[in-house]
């Protein structure tokens, strides 16, 4: 069974750091592009950020540049967020999703866009983030 799963969300005071962690199993995610979202109460999912399926090349939604950091590690098949500097705006339940590889050459910086939620194929179930003092 494809399975992705989050862990590491939590509560955490404001300019406090979290990092986020997606798990694979079932698939290799060296063919799978992943991205993570969020979603906060009453709005959108939001994209943040994704990697390629090499792990050598990212694409950041421009609001959350500079603050947070994807990264991969294939060996591991696991995908990371490090979240720095939060703010009580970034409360929200974070996921990670996969997507194959025809769209990996989006999670550039070269990129004008980043892969649409519709370009991927699998989601976890989120693990929430809550930043509060």
């Known amino acids: 069974q494809l399975q992705l799963a989050e862990s590491g969300g939590g509560l955490v005071q404001p300019e406090g750091s979290l990092r986020l962690s997606c798990a694979a199993s079932g698939f290799k995610m060296e063919h799978y592009a992943i991205g993570w979202f969020r979603q906060a109460p009453g709005k959108g999912r939001e994209r943040i950020a994704c990697?390629?399926?090499?792990?050598?090349?990212?694409k950041y939604a421009d609001s959350l540049k500079g603050r947070f950091r994807i990264s991969k590690d294939n060996a591991k098949n696991m995908v990371y967020l490090q979240m720095n500097n939060l703010k009580p705006e970034d409360t929200a339940n974070y996921y990670c999703?996969?997507?194959?590889?025809?769209?990996?050459?989006?999670?550039?910086?070269?990129?004008?866009?980043?892969?649409?939620?519709?370009?991927?194929?699998?989601w976890g179930q989120g693990t929430q983030v809550t930043v509060s003092s």
């Open positions: 999703a996969a997507s194959g590889d025809p769209f990996s050459a989006l999670c550039s910086a070269a990129s004008a866009t980043m892969i649409s939620e519709d370009q991927y194929d699998y």
């Open positions: 990697i390629n399926t090499r792990g050598d090349s990212t």
